[in-house]
C-alpha cells in the first residue's frame, strides 16, 4: 500500500487548547488493570535472587564473617561480602554528596542495618534461608546517636577509615551576613527564638528500592532495571564507580510505586547485585523488603534547629538568624546541588521582605543511615519553611498580633518582584497577601477566632487556628548554580512526530505517579496541537531518552516541562517551512493557529500539523533535512518560587492532650496549572505528607542506636481514618521566566503544611502558656507541654 | 514436602504443587503470574497485597498458598468483564483516584467488597473500609471520591436494570 495524506487521521479536528484541561490520565488504564510493571514484576529467564544480611548493632568491628554453611546450603550459588568487593575496588561507593559509603562492610559497621553480605540463591526463599547461616563474629563499639554529643571531644571516630577525619564533623557552613544581622539584632524591639527538631523522618513509598541486574556476557550490555528517579544520573555514577563502558550500560526505571526522594540516591542492593550479575553471568534480582527500606535508605530532615527573630515595636521583620546542626548520619549523602552544604536552608527568610538574615549551620556524623533525601521538597526547604513560619507563629504570640496581620506587614509586595533575598535567592514572582486572604475568606478566618475565644471562655475542646505562608525555591539548575556530582542541572527533551502525525515525546526525567504522561503530552498538544492521545510520552530508558537529572525536588515541569514547550516551538518553526512550501507563499504570509498554519487573510488555505508532519517524510522542500523531531536541553534561567497559604484548624482536649483536624484549607499559587486535576492530587498528597509529618512520622532510635521504627507498626503513616479533609483553592501568578508561566508543585504542600499544623496545636494551647512542641505533635507531647507550662507559670 | 492444591481464581480452576510455607501472595505473583497484588510491607500493615477470598479482602502476605485450597479468589485481574472495564476502575480514573498505582488494585478490591455489603456508605465508612490500605500519594481524599462515584454509578445501573 503507499500512505496517502488522506489517511492521516486527526487533520478535520477541531482545534482546542489543551492547556489547563483536566484531561483523565493517559497512564491510569494500566495500573487499574493490575498490568503497571513495577520492578517487582520484571522477571528474566535464568534469573537468581538476592538477600542482603544486616547489621543488628549500631557501630561494631567485624571480627570475621563465616559464610561456610550459607553457601553450601542447595540453592545457594553464591555469598558476596566486603571482602570479595574489596578485590574489585567495589567494597566503598561515592554518594551523591560527595562523600563514601560502604556497600558491603569490610572493617566495620556503622549503622543498624548496614549491609554485611548477600546471599544470592535460585529462590527468593532459599537466599532468605541462607542469611540465617551465615556467622559474623562482630565486637560492639559505642553507639553515637546524639549529633551534639558527636561533636563533643572524645566522641568515638565513626569515620576511621577516612584519611585525614579527626572527629565527627561533616561540615561547616554559613549563609548570609553575619554583621548585617549583629546590628539588625540591636535594632529589635522583641527576639523571637524557637529551638526545635525538625525529626528524621522517611519518604517510605509503598513499593520499596529493587533492580534486576542483567549482564550479558555475550552481549557485554549490563541491562540494569532499577526503581530510579534519576536513571541518567545513575548510568554515570555506574560507569564511574564499576568502570564498565556508559554504552553499555542501561538504566531501565520501570513503573515506580511512589518515590518521594527515597529513590534518588544509589544504594548498595543496586551495587551488590550488579557486581553479582557481572561475576555470575546470570541476570540477579533483589527486591528490599519494609524494614530495609526504613533503616537502611535515605532518611529525611533531622536537623537541629535554633532561630531567632528580630522585629521592631510595629511588627516589622529585621532579621533573622539560625544555627543549625544536622544529623547525617554515617555518610553524608544528601541528594542536593554541590554548591550549598545544607540544600537550600537558606531560603529561611521565607515569604517575607528581610532586611538581613544570617545562618551557621554544621553536619555530624552519627551511628544512623545515611540520606538527607529532599524528601517531597526541593532541596532543605522544608526545614527551613518550618523555622520561618514557627518564628512568625510566636512572634505574634509575643507582640499579641494577630499572625495573618503580622504577615501582612512583612510580605515582599508584588511590585518588589524580582526580588533578591538576603541570602541571595532571586525570587521570580509573587502575591502573598492575595493567597493568604483567599485562604482566611475560605476558611472563614474571622469566626474562628471568635469561635476560639468563645471556647476558651466557656470551656470544652479547644480551638486552634495555624497558618503557614511559604515560598518555594525549585526547579533546579540553572546550571551555573546547582550541579549533581558535578552533572549540570538541566533537563531535556526528544521530540519525534511520526508521518501519521501522531508523536513520541522522550524525556529525561521519570515520573514515580506525578502524571507525566499527560501533563508532557498536553505541553506538546497545547504548542502543536496535536491531541495529547496522539502523544507517547516516553520515560526511564537511559539508551532510548536524552540526558536528564531525574524527577525530585519537583523540578520536572520547570525543567523538563520547559524542555518540551520549547523542543514543540523548535518543531514548530520547521513545520512552518514546510506549510509555507506546502501553500506556495512566504512564511512571513502565514500565522499559526492551534494545530495549524493558514494564510494571511486567506483563512482557508490551511495546513494542519497532520498534514505538515505528513509532508515532511514525504514532500519536504529540496535542500531542507526530511522528518520532523528535535531535541532540546533546557537550563533554567532562574528557579521558580511557587507559594501558598495553609490554614490549618484544629480542637485540641486539653485533659488528654488528643488533638484533630477539623478543616485544612489550602491556596497553592504554582503559576500557571497544566493539568488542574493532576495538581490538586499533588497538593492532597502533599498536605497528607505534611500532616503525617506534623503528626506522626519519626524515625528515632535508642541510647545504642537500634531503630525505631524499622516497619509500620512503628513508623505510623496516616491512613485514611484520621487524614483530614482538604479544602483547596488556587491564585495564579505564571513565572515570568518559564516559557509557559509554570512553576513546580508536587511538594509545595509538604514543605509548607506542616508549620501550619504545628502552629494550629501550638495557638490552641498558647493560652495556656505553651510556646513550643516539636514534631510529631503527639497528645503525650501536648499533655505534657500543657503541664510544663502551667508548672511554670 | 510439596502440596497440591487447587484454587479458583478470577473464575478459572488454577491448579499447583507449592510448599507449604509459600505465601499467598507469591503463589498470586510467582506461580500463576498475576502481578496486581503487590508487597509493600511484609507485616500486613500496609494493604497493597489485599485480594478478596470468598468475597472477603485478605492481605495476602499473611496467609498461605495452602489455606486457599479448594476456596475462591478475585485479584485486579478479575475486575474488568468482557473487555470493559469494571465501574471501580472506571470510577478511579474519573476521580483521580491513583498516583503511582501501586495501592490501586488493593484499594479497589477493598471498596467492591464494601459496596457489596453496604451500596450507599457514608464517607466515614468508606474511610474505615480502606483504613487497613495505606496510600502514599493522595491523600486519600480522591479515593473516598473514586468509591462514592462507583456507588451512585452502580445505584443508578441497578435502578435502571429490568426486574
Known sequence: ???????????????????????????????????????????????????????????????????????????????????????????????????????????????????????????????????????????????????????????????????????????????????????????????????????????????????????????????????????????????????????????????????????????????????????????????????????????????????????????????????????????????????????????????????AAHIVCDGAYTNKAPGGVAYRCSFRITEASYLIERLVQNAAMELGMDPAELRRRNFIQPEQFPYTSATGFVYDSGDYEAAMDKALDMAGYGDLRAEQERRRTEGGMLLGIGLASMTEALGAGPSRDYDILGIKMFDSAELRVHPTGKAILKLGVRHQGQGHETTFAQIVAHELGIPPDDILVHEGDTDNTPYGLGTYASRSTPVAGAAAAMVARTLREKAKKIAAHLLEVSEDDLEWEHDRFSVKGAPSQVKTIQEIAFAAYTNHPLGMEAGLEGVHYYDPPNLTFPFATYVVVVEVDAETGEWKPLEVVAIDDCGVRINPMIVEGQIMGGLTEGFAMAAMQEISFDDDGNCIGSNFMDYLIPTAWETPHYDLGETVTPSPHHPLGCKGVGESATVGSPAAFVNAVVDAVAHLGVTNIDMPVTSAKVWEAIQRAQADA | MKQSITVTVNGQARSAEIEPRLLLVHLLRDVFRLTGAHVGCDTTSCGVCTVLVDGTPVKSCTMFGVQVDGRSITTVEGLAANGAMHPMQEAFKEEHGLQCGFCTPAMMLVATALLEENPDPTEDDIRWAISGNLCRCTGYQNIVKSVQYCAEQMRQASAGAPS
Open chain 1, 1 to 355: 500500500m503507499t500512505v496517502t495524506e488522506e489517511s492521516v487521521e486527526g487533520a478535520a479536528e477541531k482545534p482546542k487548547d489543551w492547556l489547563g484541561q483536566s484531561i483523565k490520565r493517559k497512564e491510569d488504564d494500566r495500573f487499574l488493570a493490575g498490568r503497571g510493571n513495577y520492578i517487582e514484576d520484571i522477571d528474566l529467564p535464568n534469573m537468581l535472587h538476592m538477600a542482603i544480611l544486616r547489621s543488628p548493632y549500631a557501630h561494631a568491628r567485624i571480627n570475621s564473617i563465616d559464610t561456610s554453611e550459607a553457601t553450601a546450603l542447595p540453592g545457594v550459588v553464591a555469598v558476596v561480602t566486603g571482602e570479595l568487593l574489596a578485590q574489585h575496588n567495589l567494597a566503598w561507593m561515592p554518594t551523591l554528596s560527595g562523600d563514601t559509603q560502604a556497600v558491603l562492610a569490610t572493617d566495620k559497621v556503622r549503622m543498624q542495618g548496614q549491609e554485611v553480605a548477600c546471599v544470592i540463591a535460585e529462590d527468593r526463599y532459599v537466599a532468605h534461608d541462607a542469611l540465617e547461616l551465615i556467622d559474623v563474629d562482630y565486637e560492639p563499639l559505642p553507639a553515637v546517636v546524639d549529633p551534639f554529643d558527636a561533636l563533643e571531644e572524645g566522641a568515638p571516630l565513626i569515620r576511621d577509615d577516612k584519611e585525614g577525619q579527626t572527629d565527627n564533623r561533616v561540615y561547616h557552613w554559613e549563609a548570609g551576613d553575619a554583621e548585617a544581622t549583629e546590628e539588625a539584632f540591636l535594632e529589635a524591639h522583641k527576639v523571637i527564638s524557637v529551638d526545635t527538631h525538625y525529626p528524621r523522618s522517611h519518604p517510605s513509598p509503598l513499593e520499596c528500592c529493587g533492580c534486576v541486574a542483567d549482564l550479558n556476557p555475550a552481549s557485554h550490555r549490563a541491562t540494569i532495571y532499577m526503581t530510579s528517579q534519576a536513571p541518567h544520573a545513575i548510568r554515570t555514577v555506574f560507569a564511574l564507580v564499576t568502570g564498565l563502558p556508559e554504552q553499555n550500560i542501561q538504566i531501565i526505571s520501570p513503573d515506580i510505586g511512589g518515590g518521594f526522594g527515597n529513590k534518588v540516591p544509589v544504594y548498595p542492593g543496586y551495587v551488590v547485585a550488579t557486581a553479582a550479575s557481572l561475576l555470575l553471568g546470570r541476570p540477579v534480582k533483589w527486591i528490599e523488603d519494609r524494614t530495609g527500606n526504613l533503616i537502611s535508605t535515605g532518611f529525611a530532615r533531622d536537623f537541629h534547629m535554633k532561630g531567632e527573630l528580630a522585629v521592631a515595636r510595629d511588627g516589622q521583620m529585621l532579621g533573622v538568624r539560625v544555627k543549625m546542626l544536622s544529623d547525617q548520619g554515617y555518610a553524608y549523602a544528601d541528594a542536593q546541588p554541590s554548591k550549598f552544604k545544607a540544600g537550600l536552608f537558606h531560603i529561611v527568610t521565607g515569604s517575607y521582605d528581610m532586611p
